[in-house]
């Protein structure tokens, strides 16, 4: 079985996809993978850095085909959590292609909620977990790592990104709703919440 999730930035995506990786989904997302490409200096590294550092979207062909080279690299029976794709119609219509997606997720929270989180958002460089800090500082709880605001968690770049989304969304909606498959789940309150969401459409299908 194979899900996508999207929705606003800082919508909690990343809680939500630690959680399903619990309940025994391959956790991909592309978000990561770019990141991963910039640091390993890969063959898209300067275009991909140039994006993320002036808050664009990397180009469609370059987002499919490092998702392409992950996808081989996981066993054809896995359960995959896509996070970060789609976020155009054409990457819908390019993922189908890949994979067969039976369920999406979109994954709603108010505005000014999301830009809240984003000021006190803090991320471990050891574990990568994400925390606030609204309940921590400095160093990591779990691991001792180091605490670092997100490079793009800057507010004018976020707002952009908010921007970007909701005129890039809809069509992704509709495209969702016309295959029957598309779910919206409440993101404003906690990642437990949104999770029991998921897990209920999971266990009743699609209708
Ligand atoms: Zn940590």
Redesign the pocket.
């Known amino acids: 079985m194979n899900i996508v999730l999207f929705g606003y930035p800082n919508s909690g995506k990343g809680s939500l996809s630690q959680k399903l990786i619990d309940c025994s989904f391959v956790h991909i997302s592309t978000g990561d993978l770019l990141r991963k490409e910039v640091k390993n200096n890969g063959k898209y590294a300067h275009m991909i850095k140039y994006c993320l550092d002036n808050g664009k979207f990397v180009d469609d062909s370059i987002v499919l085909d490092i998702l392409k080279n992950q996808l081989s690299l996981i066993s054809n029976n896995s359960n995959l959590l896509l996070d970060g794709i789609p976020r155009t119609l054409n990457q819908c219509e390019e993922l189908e292609k890949l994979i067969k997606i039976d369920y999406a997720f979109e994954l709603v929270c108010p505005k000014n909620i999301i830009i809240d989180r984003a000021k006190n958002r803090l991320v471990?460089d050891?574990?990568k977990?994400t925390t606030s800090k609204l309940i921590e500082k400095d160093f990591?709880s779990?691991?001792?790592?180091n605490l670092l605001a997100r490079v793009d968690d800057n507010i004018d770049l976020l707002n952009k990104r908010i921007d970007d989304y909701e005129i890039n969304s809809k069509p992704i909606r509709n495209y969702y709703v016309s295959k029957g498959i598309y779910h919206q789940v409440d993101a404003s309150i906690s990642v437990n919440i949104t999770l029991q969401q998921v897990k209920r459409v999971l266990k009743y299908g699609n209708n």
């Open positions: 471990c050891k574990c977990r990591c779990v691991c001792g790592g």
